[in-house]
């Protein structure tokens, strides 16, 4: 099973690389990087007992004023230490890493309305400090569906995950708010 997984993985990314070159070289007498925009996501979450980093770079490629396809990466680190506290301990403590990358195409059929597509594929790691629970890594795909209002580089908007899985996603349901912004 993760031997067909890892092909069809592979498989999608070098077709997904493959559109996206094939894009380009069909436009090689523009300037390449006057096309490319950059945006992402910084987040960072600190209380007691609770830490959240993430970092999400994207590059987006803009084929034409109303196409743009791009990669994205995703990183996150997340570390949940009560120390029974207040003599509570739920057994819950854990350390949690993911990382994975997405393909982003976006469609602007008219300069307000942005509707998106991400395919996500996420490496989820999660370590448990109590034995009672055991450790976990996983793969877990999302195919995010968006749309948004966009006003010059920033668009806000709500996407939903075809793929959502309750009990492997690690968002908390298949709905979302976003706001992306592409310099």
């Known amino acids: 099973m993760a031997s067909i997984f890892s092909k069809n993985l592979i498989i999608t990314l070098l077709f997904g690389i493959s559109i996206c070159s094939g894009m380009v070289a069909q436009d090689a007498g523009s300037d390449f990087w006057n096309r490319v925009r950059y945006g992402g996501n910084l987040g960072l979450n600190f209380s007691t007992g ?4 993430q970092v999400a770079p994207q590059a987006i490629y803009q084929v034409n004023p109303y196409v743009g396809v791009g990669v994205g990466l995703n990183g996150s680190y997340v570390k949940r230490n009560f120390d029974n506290r207040n ?4 057994g819950l403590d854990f350390t949690s890493t993911i990382l994975g990358g ?3 195409g976006i469609f602007q059929p008219i ?3 942005q509707l998106s597509s991400d395919f996500e594929l996420l490496n989820v790691n999660r370590n448990f400090e109590d034995d009672q629970f055991l450790d976990d890594n996983y793969w877990v795909p999302a195919l995010f569906l968006g749309a948004g209002y966009s006003n010059g580089p920033v668009v806000i908007g709500v996407r939903y995950d ?3 899985n309750e009990d492997r996603s690690i968002y908390r349901n298949g709905l979302q708010p976003f706001v992306r912004v592409l310099f």
């Open 50 to 53: 609770y830490t959240a980093i």
């Open 87 to 90: 003599g509570f301990n739920d």
């Open 102 to 104: 997405s393909f982003i």
């Open 111 to 113: 300069r307000e309305i």
């Open 162 to 164: 075809v793929l959502f």
